[in-house]
């Protein structure tokens, strides 16, 4: 196992129900948590698709979602600290803070309206802009700019259209935009990278980001005014990178490989070489009760598998695990 730092988390507050945890900017926890029991409403509603009873009542997820407010909670020394309140809105939100303070929560789903709002840092309402529906990550930059990167329904679908453009930025897969959620060009992937039909891992770095998009799995730069730079990679399925000089970890994958954490090396420009692995570790997933007659093991899905940065965390049963890209190479004698 790579060294790693280990911290133990505590449940949020009662009566809160935590939604989405996110690592900042600043590198500290956050969580976006509700008051309404939107668990309770999705297990009704999975528990009634498998059975062969009698057709279940209606969600009720657009109620709950209308009527419950949402709270912003920061892990600091020990313990969370209150943020701000304001009406919930989406039962998806995913969240990061600009480096003034203000923080973006953008809804996952978009049906035709605006799902990102920018608020202060006690949550007044300052803006609202589309950055489409289907988003699996949003990101803030070291510049300030906001990064989404789309999974497949988000890519093809339809239903966002964008003056003086023939196709939604979405249908890139991974666009940028400006604080107040204006498009920023963004030079695209080469060609011969493949195309990206799912964005799986999308880690903020320095004025860029970090991806690895289904379907081929490369590992690509993007930075506005730069040319993209990509690296080949044997690892599919990864959930998040975090890179330091030519070393990146990759964390994730299909099956047998969702617990994995790989070290590569990233030599040449980023024309397309091949990124050279050099180690592989297990992180420590909780395991689950594997399917009927499925000998591959699995884990329990954690509350956050991210990078950003040169660091990964993970977040699962209470303990916030964090490796360090560095402390990796190290390990392995590497300069």
């Keep these: 196992m790579s060294p790693r730092t280990t911290l133990r988390y505590l449940p949020i507050p009662t009566g809160w129900q935590a939604l989405r945890y996110a690592i900042l900017s600043d590198g500290n926890l956050a969580v976006v948590a509700t008051d309404v029991d939107l668990a309770k409403?999705?297990?009704?509603?999975?528990?009634?698709l498998g059975s062969d009873g009698p057709i279940a009542p209606p969600s009720r997820i657009d109620q709950l979602t209308d009527s419950g407010r949402a709270r912003l909670l920061t892990w600091d020394a020990g313990s969370w600290q209150d943020g701000p309140v304001f009406p919930l809105e989406t039962p998806h939100p995913l969240v990061d803070r600009f480096a003034d303070g203000r923080w973006l929560v953008v809804g996952a789903r978009a049906v035709g309206k605006p799902n990102a709002r920018v608020l202060t840092p006690?949550?007044?309402?300052?803006?609202?802009?589309?950055?489409g529906d289907g988003i699996e990550h949003i990101a803030i930059d070291d510049a300030d700019?906001?990064?989404?990167?789309?999974f497949d329904e988000g890519i093809f679908g339809e239903g966002w259209s964008v003056p003086d453009m023939e196709w939604p930025p979405s249908s890139n897969g991974v666009a940028c935009f400006a604080p107040d959620g204006s498009l920023v060009d963004l030079p695209l992937l080469p060609k011969e990278a493949g195309f990206i039909a799912?964005?799986?891992a999308l880690a903020p770095a320095g004025s860029g980001v970090w991806?690895?998009?289904?379907?081929?799995?490369?590992?690509?730069?993007?930075?506005?005014?730069?040319?993209?730079?990509?690296?080949?990679?044997?690892?599919?399925?990864?959930?998040?990178?975090?890179?330091?000089?030519?070393?990146?970890?990759v964390a994730g994958g299909y099956r047998n490989d969702a617990a994995r954490l790989a070290l590569v090396q990233l030599e040449g420009p980023g024309n397309g070489e091949e990124a050279?692995?050099?180690?592989?570790?297990?992180?420590?997933?909780?395991?689950?009760?594997p399917a009927q007659n499925d000998r591959v093991p699995t884990?329990?899905?954690?509350?956050?598998l991210a990078g950003r940065g040169?660091?990964?965390?993970?977040l699962d049963d209470g303990m916030w695990h964090q490796w360090r890209v560095a402390d990796a190479v190290a390990a392995l004698g590497h300069t």
């Design 299 to 304: 884990w329990e899905s954690p509350d956050l």
């Design 310 to 314: 040169d660091t990964l965390h993970l």
């Design 276 to 289: 050279m692995l050099l180690a592989t570790w297990s992180m420590p997933l909780r395991s689950a009760p």
């Design 41 to 48: 409403e999705w297990s009704r509603i999975f528990d009634g």
């Design 145 to 150: 700019r906001i990064w989404v990167g789309w």
């Design 122 to 131: 006690e949550g007044a309402l300052l803006a609202r802009f589309m950055l």
């Design 198 to 200: 799912d964005c799986y």
């Design 211 to 249: 991806a690895s998009p289904f379907t081929d799995f490369p590992l690509v730069r993007f930075v506005p005014g730069m040319p993209t730079r990509w690296w080949r990679s044997e690892l599919d399925g990864p959930k998040a990178i975090a890179v330091d000089g030519t070393y990146a970890l």
